[in-house]
């Protein structure tokens, strides 16, 4: 190789690594019910659970151009404009509290995504958010 080729040094990566960079990624954010997710595939696709970690947490969540609770708030809205992701939603739901972001700003960002993808999806969302709050023991302020 001449001094004029560029290095990737991810290509030297395993695997593994990615793997291991993405569960510490998902513990940090999801905490043990991230890892509930994963091992929920095990025994139907290993490899699906694999890809979750190794390339959703391992390669995007830890990239540092956002900050943890920024990528919650950008996956709040995501999930809730799509619609039938509820059991993602509860997820994330928890994730960014665990991340920072408190109770209020969850309803806010569920209520500034009523705009953009309508009242059904919304209401959906914040269900999904109350439930959450109540298994914490925590609320929004009224």
Known sequence: MSEDTPTDT???????????????????????????????LADVS??????????AFGDIYS???L???DRQLVTLGMLT???????????????ALNVGLTPDEVVEALLHASVYCGMPRALNATAVA???????GTHPKP
């Open 81 to 95: 404009a799509l619609g039938g992701c509820e059991p993602q939603l509860e997820v994330h739901i928890n994730a």
């Open 67 to 69: 900050a943890p609770r």
């Open 130 to 136: 109350k439930k959450v709050f109540a298994t914490r």
């Open 46 to 55: 290993p490899e699906l659970g694999h890809q979750v970690v190794a390339w």
């Open 63 to 65: 990239r540092p151009e």
């Open 10 to 40: 991810t290509a030297a990566e395993t695997r593994e690594d990615r793997f291991e960079r993405g569960m510490e990624v998902l513990d940090r954010v999801d905490g043990e019910v991230g890892r509930k997710v994963v091992d929920s």
